[in-house]
């Protein structure tokens, strides 16, 4: 084992690495931990039952089941380290591809499963589990994120908030107006960013001149780049900043550098915007693989416990997959129905218009 700061062969650029993408276990001279073998086994079962989650999610949508899916494929290390660097009492504000956040939270999958389904608009109680509901509009959360921070630190609560974005959202003013806010007030949150290099289609090269992180700098508070396809460079760092928060020490930003394996959602064609080359070269640093090799390399996990961990995945895709099935059909009036506190004359414009086309279905089933 070595001590070494590492820097990312892509950029050139710093960043903390504690787990090389060869499974190899480095130090960083700051940012450093010493997980147990217990630790690093519910790491790895953490991310491997979220990328199973996951990847039901976008055979559900394929099956026709969702409307849409967002997968995280590729950025399990990013979720679950930071996920598992929080204490029970503080508060994460999602976006909408925090799946592996919300299954370390507790959130019951198919909680998350029936939003993208459009049976509900969010069933979980955020206060129970301390995850906010997923947000679809982009950015707006970190501004969430910090206003709730600031008032928990007017109430004298000694507990963090993390605020999960991608690199896309970093273009937002919201995003700038929330790093303001917080470094002005000292308010006790984490910005987590997620840069999975596209906003879409968009690549992080067309969005940003400058590394993602250096902006905290601008707005008076630190900023640091993380290598977010390891795991414990994410757990480490993240537990740093929660705790330096919960000190009153004020906000930090964590750029969790990795990749989006898959497309942005099931919507999404990633074979029109990125090259091949560069997608097999980010699967040569899975995530899951790393600590895999790491673990099997220490003695630490044997056959049986990958066997085990890869049952209880399947067990749970299963279980999931039932209980989506069984979810009864949106209804489509309750699209409209909350649009608008009252009644609105083009959302009832809308809802006629969408009556129309729906009867349309029935005719042709009607038919003889």
């Not at 820097?7 to 993408?21: I, K, N, R, S």
């Not at 990749?259 to 099931?266: I, V, W």
Request: glycine fraction near 8%; charge should be negative; proline fraction near 5%.
């Amino acid at each position: 084992m070595t001590t070494t700061a590492a820097v990312d062969p892509a950029t050139g650029t710093d960043f903390v690495q504690l787990l090389t993408p060869e499974g190899e276990r480095v130090h960083h001279p700051v940012h450093d931990i010493d997980p147990s073998p217990e630790e690093l086994r519910g790491l790895y079962r953490d991310m491997v039952l979220a990328r199973r989650v996951d990847g039901e999610g976008v055979t559900l949508q394929r099956q026709g089941e969702l409307g849409l899916w967002p997968s995280l494929l590729g950025q399990e290390a990013a979720q679950v380290g930071a996920a598992r660097a929080l204490r029970d009492d503080d508060h994460v504000f999602p976006s909408y591809r925090e799946h592996g956040v919300a299954l370390c939270r507790g959130v019951d999958p198919l909680d998350l499963l029936a939003l993208f389904r459009g049976v509900t608009n969010g069933s979980w109680d955020p206060e129970e589990r301390r995850f906010h509901l997923y947000t679809l509009v982009i950015g707006s959360q970190t501004l969430h994120a910090t206003g709730y921070a600031m008032g928990l630190a007017k109430d004298g609560a000694e507990t963090a908030v993390l605020a999960c974005f991608g690199d896309g959202a970093t273009s937002q003013g919201d995003v700038s107006e929330a790093f303001n806010f917080a470094a002005v007030y000292d308010a006790p949150v984490v910005f987590l960013c997620q840069n999975n290099q596209f906003a879409i289609s968009e690549s992080n090269e067309r969005q940003t001149r400058v590394p993602l992180h250096q902006r905290a700098r601008g707005f008076g508070f630190p900023g640091v780049r993380v290598d977010g396809n390891d795991v414990l460079a994410c757990l480490a760092v993240t537990r740093w900043a929660l705790e330096r928060a919960r000190r009153g020490e004020g906000p930090a930003l964590i750029e969790a550098f990795t990749y989006r394996m898959g497309a942005h959602t099931t919507s999404d064609d990633p074979t029109r915007y990125r090259d091949a080359a560069e997608v097999a070269a980010w699967e040569a640093r899975d995530p899951i693989l790393r600590l895999r090799t790491h673990l099997e390399r220490q003695g630490l996990a044997d056959e049986a416990f990958f066997a085990d961990v890869e049952a209880e995945g399947e067990a749970l895709a299963r279980s999931v997959r039932a209980g989506v099935r069984a979810m009864p059909d949106p209804g489509f009036p309750s699209l409209f129905d909350h649009v608008y506190a009252d009644g609105h004359a083009l959302v009832d414009e809308e809802r006629a218009l969408f009556a129309a086309y729906q009867e349309q279905f029935a005719e042709e089933v009607a038919r003889p």
